[in-house]
């Protein structure tokens, strides 16, 4: 089975300064990746995903993903964050028919 | 286009009881499903559906049935609700989910119950 792995329950930082979600994954084959974004009682939001290609991949909100192969990673980044980045984000992989999502990982970004 | 909504957004039951969660999509999605989730645990699949008339269980199926009769339609049923029900409910849909599909899944604004 696939799997993805968010190993920071919680990430802060201060507005303005760059903001780095981890995400590490487990898979046989080629591994889908994605990152999905869910602010307080809303649904989740897509914001980008990887298949093939460049290891970096530019999303949604000014957020991009790194794909390291060799690392196992597809942690997700955005140079300069605002307060409004401040959300629970989770990473998922493709597993069959389904996603397998990590445990989502907090972000807060303080004024 | 609504996208995926859902209905009720809460919802409390007692032990015992049974309700149904309502989920429509109105992008002609061949793939719907059904997530709960809980705190620390992301998001587990109940339920998917992989067209009209055709569903399968995911990893967390008890205690849950659900129907495919239309395209735009996936009610989730619970038969009879028990506290370890209490959580947050998506249902999703994207186009396709064949085994290998890219396709991305959009996800409706949830429903969150609570059983007494």
């Known amino acids: 089975a696939q799997s993805v792995a968010q190993p920071e329950d919680q990430v802060n930082v201060a507005e303005g300064n760059p903001l780095t979600v981890k995400c590490t994954y487990s898979?046989?084959?080629?591994?889908?990746l994605f990152w999905y974004v869910q602010y307080p009682n809303r649904g989740l939001q897509f914001l980008l995903k990887y298949i093939t290609g460049d290891n970096l991949v530019k999303g949604s909100y000014g957020f991009e993903a790194e794909f390291n192969k060799s690392q196992t990673s597809f942690h997700l980044k955005k140079p300069s964050a605002l307060v409004s980045d401040s959300a629970l984000y989770f990473c998922a992989v493709r597993d069959g028919y389904k996603l397998s999502f990590g445990a989502g990982t907090t972000v807060t970004v303080r004024a | 286009n609504a996208g995926v909504t859902q209905t009720p957004k809460f919802q409390v039951l007692k032990t015992g009881q049974s309700m149904t969660l309502q989920c429509a999509q109105d992008?002609?999605?061949?793939?719907m499903s059904w997530y709960r989730q809980d705190p620390g645990m992301g998001l587990r699949l109940i339920h998917y559906?992989?067209?009209?008339?055709?569903?399968d269980q995911g990893e967390v199926p008890n205690g849950y049935n659900v129907s495919r009769s239309t395209t735009e339609d996936f009610p989730l049923r619970l038969l009879s609700a028990a506290p370890s029900q209490t959580s947050v409910y998506f249902c999703?849909?994207?186009?396709?989910?064949?085994?290998?599909?890219?396709?991305?899944?959009?996800f409706g604004p949830g429903t969150r119950l609570t059983v007494l």
């Open positions: 992008m002609n999605h061949e793939y």
């Open positions: 559906s992989v067209g009209a008339g055709i569903t």
């Open positions: 898979v046989s084959g080629n591994p889908y």
């Open positions: 999703a849909s994207s186009y396709t989910q064949r085994r290998y599909s890219t396709d991305t899944q959009y």
